[in-house]
T-cell receptor, first 114, second 115 residues
Framework: DAMVIQNPRYQVTQFGKPVTLSCSQT?????MYWYQQKSSQAPKLLFH???????NEADTPDNFQSRRPNTSFCFLDIRSPGLGDAAMYLC?????????????FGQGTRLTVV | AQSVTQLDSQVPVFEEAPVELRCNYS??????LFWYVQYPNQGLQLLLK??????LVESINGFEAEFNKSQTSFHLRKPSVHISDTAEYFC?????????????FGTGTRLLVSP
């Protein structure tokens, strides 16, 4: 029963060529997050959606955008990937309803920039 | 702002030996505390969490962590490790009572269990 699904698991893109990573969830959670995890580093929050409200972290580069067309799906768009954007990208969800205090993560998408 | 420090980047240990992975945090507000585990090329899985109440929390696979407010620590322990516990372990915090789970992670500790 996969709950947070990220596609693809591995993505190779060319330097400067736009790329989109996908995340879907079956939990009906109203908050979705995108984290970037570079090699041997801690995951770092890029932004999150609360329903349709987009919230960018202050130090997230403009090169990173996100879309959330409905509750189930959220996309990460990298407009012009550079070599420094190679990383594992993790999608997570949580609920603002009730006393739920846990984030659920997907398996991640490993992005390689060539 | 919050920050998390995991001083040990790598901890080698023999199978069936005890282990402790250290985590210290800094925050000007109250926080929830978490330990996540990450296997190679996988996402993060929640191992255990401290929200309130008893300062000792346990996971289903034998790990435990103790919240120490005075020392701002949340160290992870297991009395006897298995080969299958080899993974990266991340300590994380999130602000209390915001409703969001905007996690701030430490840099991780790689646990290497050998026979």
């Amino acid at each position: 029963d996969a709950m947070v699904i990220q596609n693809p698991r591995y993505q190779v893109t060319q330097f400067g060529k736009p790329v989109t990573l996908s995340c879907s969830q079956t939990l009906n959670h109203n908050v979705m997050y995108w984290y970037q995890q570079k090699s041997s580093q801690a995951p770092k929050l890029l932004f999150h959606y609360y329903d349709k409200d987009f919230n960018n972290e202050a130090d997230t580069p403009d090169n990173f955008q996100s879309r959330r067309p409905n509750t189930s799906f959220c996309f990460l768009d990298i407009r012009s990937p550079g070599l420094g954007d190679a990383a594992m990208y993790l999608c997570a969800t949580s609920s603002m309803r009730g006393a739920n205090t846990e984030a659920f993560f997907g398996q991640g998408t490993r992005l390689t920039v060539v | 702002a919050q920050s998390v420090t995991q001083l040990d980047s790598q901890v080698p240990v023999f199978e069936e030996a005890p282990v402790e992975l250290r985590c210290n945090y800094s925050s000007s507000v109250s926080v929830y505390l978490f330990w996540y585990v990450q296997y190679p090329n996988q996402g993060l899985q929640l191992l255990l969490k401290y929200l309130s109440g008893s300062t000792l929390v346990e996971s289903i696979n034998g790990f435990e962590a103790e919240f120490n407010k005075s020392q701002t620590s949340f160290h992870l322990r297991k009395p006897s490790v298995h080969i299958s516990d080899t993974a990266e372990y991340f300590c994380a915090v999130s602000r209390l009572n915001t409703g969001f789970q905007k996690l701030v992670f430490g840099t991780g500790t790689r646990l290497l269990v050998s026979p």
